[in-house]
């Protein structure tokens, strides 16, 4: 049967206007004024917003940390996305045991059974030898066309400024996008050593041991070494206001530089370490300062940084006791394992599924973005740079019918019962939000309604993505 969204009001990147949107399948067949509804059923969305589904690039879930996991799945994950209006997401490849086409496939094996909603996957590469360099070049044969390197977690997850030229001279050639975790990885493996010497433990001492001025000059540089490799580079969970003067300063040259950040760097600071439960806030890189909030917001407004992403990779803030989830009862791990010392709390918060009704209630409802700004930086462009556009990040014959339809009117007081992470709080609890979705489709199916959810494990599909554009 197919499904005609009526009287609504539609908003892409570009324009607002009222439209009837018919669904046929899994595919938007034709948006017009007054389409005629024979045969169809009929979706009154009157007096309401139709977005593009939310497309998040940055998550992670059911990744291994220290002694535990991120506590959502692709299941519960893509779940908690769809009820804040998320219809894809993108996660990340670790680089364990075996060949890049090893990993991908046990990710998958994971991943394809369990996502709720649509999903791809970066691959992190986290060591450089032989194989993986003459591998590199065949990731846009398995449909993944985004590579991550670190410049921090020594001895871990981190390469080396050489072979991180490599690994973009590599990936610019095959059209693969370079992400950077941007930090001073040998400055604040000195700084930890010190504040644990000295007895500093508290959940604080995890901003004061990783210093902003790491990731203005690891940011730069970054960008200096996609400009001698030729390869386009994407800055991820930018935080510090002179990160974006560096990405602002890389653009001006012209250099094919792009960033992200995410909601929790511009409404919170390192300041909410400090709380009794300030383990709640530890992720990395950390919280920062006000003027830090503004300065990314203002790139967010003026088109220097182009993503709104989470960074989701949540936990328990209390895993010894159990959450009802489903009816049944869960307790994972989590920032407890890190009581009495912050190296050793799991770092990452949820916000999979917050990211655009806490957004939208800011800079939309707020009056510092139009709504058109708010998809381009939450649904346009991700799709866009991740080579998912126009099959998402748009409402246009032909693409994925994911649509959120949005009730700009609507007060929700939010928190853990309205956000639908698998854990046990929320950052924005108690906030009162304005602006929500009320129905969500995925393909052209009714996922969310009213709070309500109509979705199931594996009905979600992995997405083969092309090379993204830079924008
Ligand atoms: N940062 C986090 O806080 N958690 C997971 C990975 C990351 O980059
Ligand atoms: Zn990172
Ligand atoms: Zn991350």
């Given at each position: 049967?197919?499904?005609?969204?009526?009287?609504?009001?539609?908003?892409?990147?570009?324009?607002?206007?009222?439209?009837?949107?018919?669904?046929?399948?899994?595919?938007?067949?034709?948006?017009?004024?007054?389409?005629?509804?024979?045969?169809?059923?009929?979706?009154?969305?009157?007096?309401?917003?139709?977005?593009?589904?939310g497309?998040?690039?940055?998550?992670?879930?059911?990744?291994?940390?220290?002694?535990?996991?991120?506590?959502?799945?692709?299941?519960?994950?893509?779940?908690a996305a769809?009820f804040g209006g998320t219809?894809?997401?993108?996660?990340?490849?670790?680089?364990?045991?075996?060949?890049?086409?090893?990993?991908?496939?046990?990710?998958?094996?994971?991943?394809?059974?369990?996502?709720?909603?649509?999903?791809?996957?970066?691959?992190?590469?986290?060591?450089?030898?032989?194989?993986?360099?003459?591998?590199?070049?065949?990731?846009?044969?398995?449909?993944?066309?985004?590579?991550?390197?670190?410049?921090?977690?020594?001895?871990?997850?981190?390469?080396?400024?050489?072979?991180?030229?490599?690994?973009?001279?590599?990936?610019?050639?095959?059209?693969?996008?370079?992400?950077?975790?941007?930090?001073?990885?040998?400055?604040?493996?000195?700084?930890?050593?010190?504040?644990?010497?000295?007895?500093?433990?508290?959940?604080?001492?995890?901003?004061?041991?990783?210093?902003?001025?790491?990731?203005?000059?690891?940011?730069?540089?970054?960008?200096?070494?996609?400009?001698?490799?030729?390869?386009?580079?994407?800055?991820?969970?930018?935080?510090?206001?002179?990160?974006?003067?560096?990405?602002?300063?890389?653009?001006?040259?012209?250099?094919?530089?792009?960033?992200?950040?995410?909601?929790?760097?511009?409404?919170?600071?390192?300041?909410?370490?400090?709380?009794?439960?300030?383990?709640?806030?530890?992720?990395?890189?950390?919280?920062?300062?006000?003027?830090?909030?503004?300065?990314?917001?203002?790139?967010?407004?003026?088109?220097?940084?182009?993503?709104?992403?989470?960074?989701?990779?949540?936990?328990?803030?209390?895993?010894?006791?159990?959450?009802?989830?489903?009816?049944?009862?869960?307790?994972?791990?989590?920032?407890?394992?890190?009581?009495?010392?912050?190296?050793?709390?799991?770092?990452?918060?949820?916000?999979l599924g917050d990211r655009l009704v806490?957004?939208?209630?800011?800079?939309?409802?707020?009056?510092?973005?139009?709504?058109?700004?708010?998809?381009?930086?939450?649904?346009?462009?991700?799709?866009?740079?991740?080579?998912?556009?126009?099959?998402?990040?748009?409402?246009?014959?032909?693409?994925?019918?994911?649509?959120?339809?949005?009730?700009?009117?609507?007060?929700?007081?939010?928190?853990?019962?309205?956000a639908?992470?698998?854990?046990?709080?929320?950052?924005?609890?108690?906030?009162?939000?304005?602006?929500?979705p009320?129905?969500?489709?995925?393909?052209?199916?009714?996922?969310?309604?009213?709070?309500?959810?109509?979705?199931?494990?594996?009905?979600?599909?992995?997405?083969?993505?092309?090379?993204?554009?830079?924008?």
């Amino acid at each position: 049967m197919k499904r005609l969204i009526k009287n609504g009001t539609i908003v892409t990147a570009q324009k607002t206007y009222k439209a009837d949107i018919l669904i046929d399948g899994e595919k938007i067949a034709w948006i017009g004024v007054d389409l005629p509804s024979e045969d169809c059923e009929v979706i009154d969305a009157t007096n309401l917003l139709v977005l593009p589904g939310g497309v998040d690039p940055h998550v992670h879930l059911e990744l291994p940390m220290f002694s535990t996991v991120s506590s959502d799945d692709h299941y519960t994950g893509g779940k908690a996305a769809a009820f804040g209006g998320t219809t894809t997401m993108i996660d990340f490849v670790s680089l364990e045991k075996g060949s890049l086409e090893d990993n991908i496939v046990r990710h998958r094996a994971m991943a394809d059974p369990k996502t709720s909603i649509d999903y791809s996957a970066h691959m992190n590469i986290t060591r450089f030898d032989d194989a993986v360099e003459s591998q590199l070049k065949d990731l846009p044969g398995f449909g993944i066309t985004s590579v991550k390197v670190f410049t921090a977690y020594n001895g871990r997850l981190r390469l080396d400024d050489g072979n991180i030229f490599k690994v973009m001279r590599i990936g610019g050639k095959a059209g693969l996008l370079t992400m950077v975790h941007a930090e001073n990885g040998d400055i604040i493996d000195l700084l930890v050593s010190e504040a644990l010497s000295a007895e500093h433990k508290e959940p604080i001492w995890h901003a004061r041991t990783r210093p902003a001025w790491g990731e203005v000059e690891a940011s730069l540089r970054a960008f200096a070494i996609g400009a001698q490799a030729d390869s386009p580079v994407y800055l991820v969970h930018m935080n510090v206001a002179e990160e974006v003067d560096q990405l602002a300063y890389a653009r001006s040259k012209g250099l094919p530089a792009m960033g992200e950040t995410c909601p929790q760097y511009l409404f919170f600071t390192e300041d909410d370490l400090k709380r009794p439960d300030g383990a709640k806030w530890i992720c990395s890189p950390p919280l920062r300062k006000a003027q830090d909030q503004q300065g990314l917001l203002n790139g967010l407004e003026n088109g220097t940084i182009q993503v709104l992403s989470t960074d989701h990779c949540p936990f328990f803030y209390d895993g010894t006791k159990s959450i009802l989830y489903e009816g049944e009862p869960v307790r994972i791990p989590g920032k407890e394992l890190g009581m009495g010392d912050f190296t050793k709390i799991p770092n990452g918060l949820p916000g999979l599924g917050d990211r655009l009704v806490v957004f939208w209630n800011h800079a939309v409802s707020g009056g510092m973005m139009t709504p058109n700004q708010f998809v381009e930086l939450t649904s346009t462009n991700p799709a866009k740079i991740f080579g998912l556009y126009p099959q998402k990040g748009c409402v246009e014959v032909g693409s994925d019918a994911d649509l959120a339809l949005w009730d700009p009117k609507r007060e929700v007081t939010y928190g853990v019962a309205q956000a639908q992470h698998r854990t046990d709080y929320n950052l924005y609890e108690g906030w009162k939000l304005r602006g929500y979705p009320v129905q969500v489709l995925l393909r052209g199916k009714t996922i969310v309604r009213n709070g309500e959810w109509f979705g199931s494990a594996g009905q979600g599909r992995f997405l083969y993505r092309k090379t993204g554009e830079i924008l």
